[in-house]
């Protein structure tokens, strides 16, 4: 998924604004400023489009994900 200021695609196919999108198990919704992108891993990024990020994991992921954001343990 690349997605720079108001334009976003998924492997190079552009994603129209406030479309849901679905490709090969990666989502993407657009309902007004943000954007989420799910997968089908348990794994779901939304951004404002700016500077805000929000990663969120499924419960089923805890004590299995390690990495740039940290492990899913409850230990920082």
């Known amino acids: 998924v690349v997605a720079r200021g ?3 695609s998924v492997n190079g196919v552009a994603v129209p604004e406030g479309q849901p999108y679905l490709h090969d198990g990666i989502r993407v919704t657009w309902p007004g400023e943000w954007v989420t992108v ?3 891993l348990g794994v ?3 951004w404002d489009r700016h500077q805000a ?3 969120t994991v ?3 992921l805890w004590g299995s994900t390690w990495g740039l954001c940290g492990t899913y343990n409850d230990n920082p």
């Open 6 to 8: 108001r334009n976003i």
């Open 38 to 40: 799910t997968s089908g």
């Open 53 to 55: 990020v929000t990663l």
């Open 44 to 46: 779901r990024v939304t």
């Open 58 to 60: 499924d419960a089923e």
